[in-house]
Nanobody, 123 residues
Framework: QVQLVESGGGLVQAGASLRLSCAAS????????LGWFRQAPGKEREFVGA????????YYGNSVKGRFTISRDNADNTVYLQMNSLKPEDTAVYYC????????????????WGQGTQVTVSS
């Protein structure tokens, strides 16, 4: 099992930047990737992006490509989500998740979840 703790959410204005952190602990070596998801009120959970532990390859959802960047700090098993040019439609609870297995590059099943952090973007 992997334990995940997100932080860094908050209230910002449109156009601003925000960086979220996800600290992973436990059986991190058994997980092939770490991903970010978000869920807005009344909407389904949306894939934001993921980073593969093997070579730090990154994958992004279409709605955030070019604005969001995922990176990692190997020293302390922390993954970051840098969010630039934020829009009101980015408002959601953001969750990080550890993959349970990889079906292929960029395609994973997700097994462990953090508690989420709220991001609110005002217009």
């Amino acid at each position: 099992q992997v334990q995940l703790v997100e932080s860094g959410g908050g209230l910002v204005q449109a156009g601003a930047s925000l960086r979220l952190s996800c600290a992973a602990s436990g059986r991190t070596a058994s997980s092939p990737a770490l991903g970010w998801f978000r869920q807005a009120p009344g909407k389904e959970r949306e894939f934001v992006g993921a980073i593969d532990w093997s070579d730090s390859s990154t994958y992004y959802g279409n709605s955030v490509k070019g604005r969001f960047t995922i990176s990692r700090d190997n020293a302390d098993n922390t993954v970051y989500l840098q969010m630039n040019s934020l829009k009101p439609e980015d408002t959601a609870v953001y969750y990080c998740s550890a993959a349970g297995r990889a079906f292929s590059r960029g395609h994973y099943s997700w097994s462990s979840w953090g508690q989420g952090t709220q991001v609110t973007v005002s217009s």
